[in-house]
């Protein structure tokens, strides 16, 4: 079925690198991105999002890069920081708000020292 | 302002037993949804409410039920418990309408023994 995944469950990265994690997607009908952040025993925390009229957007130190053509979807962190430690979820919404979003199985960003 | 705010944070149940979980929505916020988020996974849509009707559903069996009331606030029930039911389970609430932020509570920690 169509869904929403993650290239890869673990990224490492030594602080002050730029991350960059990758999130593919299969439903064509999905017009509606957004990159969460969720610490552990914590709920997710919105971090940045993107119409699928737009390619590109930025944040405080974080852009999210949307590649229609080939429904991928990337989030790039800047100047990593030890707080940057945590699990990256990519979510789809293709129902008009009213499907829900649909979640991916996670990154988990690992920064090093 | 008070986020999405859900109660209690950690339970636990026997099979068979019921459960009752509650939501309060980001103030101004008329749309509440519940996720079911299993450990290492992604989270699922159980459903959604607005205007105290469930608009659309997920994947999920009728033992998985709600009511949102006038004040907008939630509730999630489950009946007949399962150990699959073991879960973090999330509230997240939004403007009715695609690309309206989707804010999530920090969930409630539920365990079935």
């Known amino acids: 079925g169509e869904n929403v995944g993650l290239h890869l469950p673990t990224l490492s990265v030594q602080e002050g690198d730029n991350s960059i994690i990758n999130c593919a997607y299969s439903n064509s009908a999905s017009d509606y991105f957004i990159w969460y952040k969720q610490e552990s025993g914590k709920g997710p925390q919105f971090i940045i999002d993107?119409?699928?009229?737009?390619d590109k957007r930025q944040g405080q130190r974080v852009t999210v890069l949307l590649n229609k053509t080939v429904k991928h979807l990337s989030l790039q962190i800047a100047a990593t920081q030890p707080g940057d430690s945590a699990v990256y979820f990519c979510a789809e919404d293709s129902g008009g708000g009213a499907d829900g979003l649909t979640f991916g199985k996670g990154t988990h960003l690992i920064i090093q020292p | 302002d008070a986020g999405v705010t859900q109660s209690p944070t950690h339970l636990i149940k026997t099979r068979g037993q019921q459960v009752t979980l509650r939501c309060s929505p980001k103030?101004?916020?008329?749309?509440v949804s519940w996720y079911q988020q299993a450990l290492g996974q992604g989270p699922q849509f159980i459903f959604q409410?607005?205007?105290?009707?469930?608009?659309q559903r997920g994947n999920f069996p009728d033992r998985f039920s709600g009511h949102q009331f006038p004040n907008y606030s939630s509730e999630l029930n489950v009946n007949a418990l399962l150990l699959g039911d073991s879960a973090l389970y999330l509230c997240?609430?939004?403007?009715?309408?695609?690309?309206?932020?989707?804010?999530f509570g920090e969930g409630s920690w539920l365990t079935v023994v």
């Open positions: 409410y607005y205007e105290e009707e469930e608009r």
């Open positions: 997240a609430s939004s403007f009715l309408g695609v690309g309206n932020t989707i804010y």
């Open positions: 103030s101004g916020h008329d749309t």
């Open positions: 993107i119409r699928s009229n737009m």
